[in-house]
């Protein structure tokens, strides 16, 4: 099978431009493709990446699922685990690790759900 060589065809449209055109004709094509990508990203996620990020917060495996499980169960996700985390180590002055800790075992749950509420209320 020989394939036919169409590049001249293919290239009309960009021919005239100068190198400076066709750099930044590149970055506006990928970021067409990307930024979808990256919405999504912001917009969505799943367990398994919410799981990923506590481990790299240096959170126990064994606690990881406790915790994405707790997110799930108190409308959480949406706000990530690492955050939940994070904003219970913040307002009760503890560390990551035990706050981490604190939510496997079902503690404070209720706080982070009235903090998340107070937030989205636009009460800061």
């Given at each position: 099978?020989?394939?036919?060589?169409?590049?001249?065809?293919?290239?009309?449209?960009?021919?005239?431009?100068?190198?400076?055109?066709?750099?930044?004709?590149?970055?506006?094509?990928?970021?067409?493709?990307?930024?979808?990508?990256?919405?999504?990203?912001?917009?969505?996620?799943?367990?398994?990446?919410?799981?990923?990020?506590?481990?790299?917060?240096?959170?126990?495996?064994?606690?990881?699922?406790?915790?994405?499980?707790?997110?799930?169960?108190?409308?959480?996700?949406?706000?990530?685990?690492?955050?939940?985390?994070?904003?219970?180590?913040?307002e009760k002055?503890?560390?990551?690790?035990?706050?981490?800790?604190?939510?496997?075992?079902?503690?404070?749950?209720?706080?982070?759900?009235?903090?998340?509420?107070?937030?989205?209320?636009?009460?800061?």
């Open positions: 099978m020989i394939r036919e060589d169409d590049f001249e065809e293919r290239r009309k449209h960009i021919a005239n431009l100068s190198d400076e055109e066709l750099y930044k004709r590149f970055w506006e094509l990928t970021a067409q493709v990307v930024d979808p990508l990256l919405e999504l990203g912001y917009k969505n996620t799943t367990p398994s990446v919410e799981r990923s990020v506590l481990l790299r917060m240096g959170v126990s495996s064994l606690d990881t699922q406790k915790i994405v499980q707790g997110c799930m169960d108190n409308g959480l996700m949406g706000h990530g685990a690492g955050h939940v985390v994070y904003v219970i180590a913040k002055g503890i560390s990551i690790r035990e706050a981490s800790i604190a939510l496997a075992n079902g503690e404070y749950w209720q706080d982070a759900v009235a903090y998340f509420n107070k937030k989205k209320g636009g009460n800061k």
